[in-house]
Each structure stands twice: as structure tokens, then as C-alpha cells.
């Protein structure tokens, strides 16, 4: 169950880091290119959106069953950058990152014209990548 679970939020991670690229070079584009907001662009959009829900899903049952999350966290283990990185940092910055992509697809969804539709993609899921990516265990992913 654990190996399974562990394997799988390594895997998804990749289809998250791609898609939220992707959607990002692709609304960026139309966005820069005063293009129409298309069925495409939104497509790419729910694509990361939907990854990052999936990663959040299997995130938060690993927290529990990993021997890496909450069982590691103490006042002891906050001294070491790993155990702190996994137990307490990864999680909470990549909740608030899946929040704001959240926040970016529905606005988006609800935004009345293209280019705003575009801007609140563009800049929740910039912000979401880049939180992202600052807490990725880099020392141990991609294996
Ligand atoms: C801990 C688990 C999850 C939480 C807390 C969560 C939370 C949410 C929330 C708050 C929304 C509403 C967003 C809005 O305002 O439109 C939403 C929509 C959605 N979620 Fe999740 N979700 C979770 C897991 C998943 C999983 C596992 C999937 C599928 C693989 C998924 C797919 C979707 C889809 C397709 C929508 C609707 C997208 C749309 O509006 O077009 N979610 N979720
Ligand atoms: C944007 C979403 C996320 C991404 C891209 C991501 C990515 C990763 C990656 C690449 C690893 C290393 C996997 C490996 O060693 O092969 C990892 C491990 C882990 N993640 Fe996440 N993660 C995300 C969200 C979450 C969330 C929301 C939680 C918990 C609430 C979580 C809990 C964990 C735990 C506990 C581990 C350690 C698993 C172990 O080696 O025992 N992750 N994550």
C-alpha cells in the first residue's frame, strides 16, 4: 500500500509539473497574442487542475502512512532539513499551491472576458509552479 501510494504521487508529480507548464506556455501565448480564450486553453487549464487534485488526494493519505509524515513529526525532527521538508514544509506549501491553482481555474471559469479569463491562469498557476517547485525533495526526486 505504501510503495504503491509513494510510487504514485512520484509519477503524478511529473504529470503535474508538465501540465501546469503546458497550460502556462499555452494561455501565456494567447494571452500575449490577444487571442480568443478557447476551448484549449480552458482544456489545458483543468488538465493541471485536475493533476494537482489527484497529487492532493494521494499527498495527504502518504502523510499518514509514510514513515517520512505526521509519525516524524516532533520538536526533535524540526532540527533535520529532510524531516522537516517532508513532514511539515512539503505538505503545507504544496496545499496552499494546490489552493491558489484552484483559485486560478474557478476564477478563470467565472471571469466574464478572455483576458481576464487568461490573467487569473496565468497568475495563480505561475505562483502555484513556483511554490511547487521550491518544495520538491530535489535531493531524492526524479530518482
Ligand atoms: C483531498 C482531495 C480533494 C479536495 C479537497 C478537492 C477540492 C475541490 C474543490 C474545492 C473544488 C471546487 C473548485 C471550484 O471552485 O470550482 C473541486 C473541483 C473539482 N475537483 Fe477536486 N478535490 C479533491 C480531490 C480531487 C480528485 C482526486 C479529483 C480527480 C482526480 C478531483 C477533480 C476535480 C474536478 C474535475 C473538479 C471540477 C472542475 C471544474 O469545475 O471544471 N478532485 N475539488
Ligand atoms: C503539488 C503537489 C505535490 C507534488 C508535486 C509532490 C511531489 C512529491 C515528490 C516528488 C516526492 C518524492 C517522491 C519520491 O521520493 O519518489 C514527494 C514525497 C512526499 N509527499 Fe508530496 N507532492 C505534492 C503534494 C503533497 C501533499 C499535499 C502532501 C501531504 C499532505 C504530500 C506528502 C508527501 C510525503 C509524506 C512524501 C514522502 C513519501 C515517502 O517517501 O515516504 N505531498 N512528494
Redesign the pocket.
Known amino acids: 500500500m505504501y510503495n504503491i501510494l509513494k510510487h504514485a504521487h512520484s509519477g503524478i508529480a511529473y504529470l503535474l509539473l508538465l501540465a501546469l507548464v503546458i497550460a502556462l506556455v499555452y494561455n501565456i501565448i494567447g494571452w500575449a497574442g490577444n487571442k480568443a480564450f478557447t476551448k484549449g486553453n480552458k482544456i489545458a487549464a ?1 488538465i493541471g ?2 493533476s494537482s ?2 497529487q ?2 494521494l499527498g ?1 493519505i502518504l502523510y499518514f502512512v509514510s514513515p517520512l509524515g505526521l509519525s516524524n513529526l516532533s520538536g526533535e525532527t524540526m532540527s533535520d532539513s529532510m524531516s522537516r521538508l517532508y513532514a511539515l514544509e512539503h505538505p503545507l506549501t504544496m496545499i496552499i499551491a494546490i489552493v491558489l491553482i ?1 483559485i486560478g ?2 476564477k478563470s ?1 467565472r471571469a466574464e472576458d478572455d483576458k481576464s479569463k487568461y490573467k487569473k491562469i496565468v497568475l495563480f498557476y505561475a505562483i502555484g509552479l513556483i511554490l511547487i517547485l521550491s518544495r520538491i525533495p530535489w535531493s531524492v526526486w526524479p530518482a
Open positions: 483543468l487542475f485536475i487534485h489527484l492532493l488526494l495527504l484552484t481555474y474557478s471559469k
